[in-house]
């Protein structure tokens, strides 16, 4: 089955950076668009960035130029690189795989960024 798995989330101070990964199994890998989301505490869930199959990625206006999504289709994975953080992208970061039948997501990696 399709199974989404986050990774490298962690604790950074405002400023720094963070990559994520997403590793996505159990399906044909590039013939999906992608995204990140994130959740922060008594929030709902928002987009952060999107990318096509075909490499286009838009991004919300809070991380236009500061985070970069890409995806490499030869190691299965979607990344999220994430520079000069700021507090209020504190939250819980969410892969998702887009279909039109269902969406998959992945269980989520923290993000806690210190002031």
């Known amino acids: 089955q399709v199974q989404l798995v986050e990774s490298g989330g962690g604790l950074v101070q405002a400023g720094g950076s963070l990559r994520l990964s997403c590793l996505v199994t159990g399906t044909i890998f590039g013939i999906d668009n992608m995204g990140w989301y994130r959740q922060a505490p008594g929030k709902q869930r928002e987009l952060v960035a999107g990318?096509?199959?075909?490499?286009?990625?838009t991004y919300s206006d809070s991380v236009k130029g500061r985070f970069t999504i890409s995806r490499d289709n030869t190691k299965n994975t979607v990344y999220l690189q994430m520079n000069s953080l700021k507090p209020e992208d504190t939250g819980v970061y969410y892969c998702q795989l887009r279909r039109v039948a269902r969406d998959y997501w992945g269980r989520g990696t923290q993000v806690t960024v210190s002031s």
């Open positions: 990318i096509t199959s075909g490499g286009s990625t």
